[in-house]
């Protein structure tokens, strides 16, 4: 069983100078006015740090986004990563994932058009300059749904200028059962999966690298509050 943990850290920060410059955001920490009336209005603080969401596949990243996004209306914004994987039934090109050939990607990492990559499952993963910029335009949070190595490559170069997040599953098992509930993956798939997990599972046991692990029961009745409670600490907006 995996326990749930809060970390909060202040909302302002700097990027670090292993950084891309393009990515110096400059105003990650902001005053917003709030009207709470004809004659009168609030000013509050407002941070707009990207989210970088991590956890194993199947254990319910997607549906999280979902749910924070239905919760907090035009504050969030799905950053679309690029992969060179085929899609799965029902997933849309530009909307889950940009599908590219891998050798188009290659070629683009090699122009240093991406933020972060990574080899996951014999496939390469990345997010694009171009994919947070695009919800950079919508003063929207941006969330990326990366793995261990990106999240790795990500605080590696732009520390605390992003927020960390570990989505952990209930047990091992639990996460094969949902694998497996899928359909979608051959046995060897879903066997590289599980023991991919596995690593990512004790890497987010790492002192002091994610700043908040919660743990995804079915329906996400018990996770739902303690994720709610952790991001209204970090992007204060939204609690107006």
């Known amino acids: 069983m995996f326990r749930a943990g809060l ?35 609030s000013k509050i603080s407002c941070c707009y740090d990207p989210l970088v969401l991590v956890g194993p596949s199947g254990v319910g ?12 209306p035009d504050q969030f914004g799905f950053c679309v990563s690029t992969t060179t994987r085929d899609p799965r039934p029902g997933e849309v090109n530009g909307k889950d994932y940009h ?14 058009k991406f933020v972060e990559y990574a080899n996951v499952h014999t496939n390469i993963y990345g997010t694009s300059i171009a994919a947070l910029d695009a919800v950079k335009s919508d003063s929207k949070v941006a969330i990326l749904d990366i793995d261990v ?4 490559n990500i605080k590696d170069k732009f520390g605390s200028s992003f927020r960390y997040f570990f989505l952990a599953p209930p047990s091992l098992e639990i996460l ?27 890497f987010s046991k790492t002192p002091g690298f994610f700043d908040q692990v919660v743990v995804a029961d079915d329906g996400f009745q018990v996770a739902l509050p303690l994720v709610k409670s952790w991001l209204e ?5 939204l609690r107006h």
């Open 7 to 41: 970390r909060v850290r202040p909302c302002l920060a700097t990027v670090s100078s292993t950084g891309c410059a393009w990515y110096a955001y400059k105003h990650q920490f902001a005053t917003c006015e709030t009207g709470l009336s004809k004659s009168k209005s």
């Open 61 to 72: 990243k997607g549906t999280l986004i979902k749910i924070i996004q239905q919760a907090y």
């Open 99 to 112: 599908f590219v050939e891998k050798e188009t990607m290659q070629k683009q990492i090699e122009e240093g």
């Open 149 to 152: 190595q990106g999240a790795r």
């Open 176 to 202: 094969e059962q949902r694998l497996r509930g899928r359909g979608t993956e051959k046995e060897d798939k879903v066997q590289v999966r599980l023991k991919t997990a596995i690593t990512e599972v004790e």
């Open 233 to 237: 600490e970090q992007y204060p907006q």
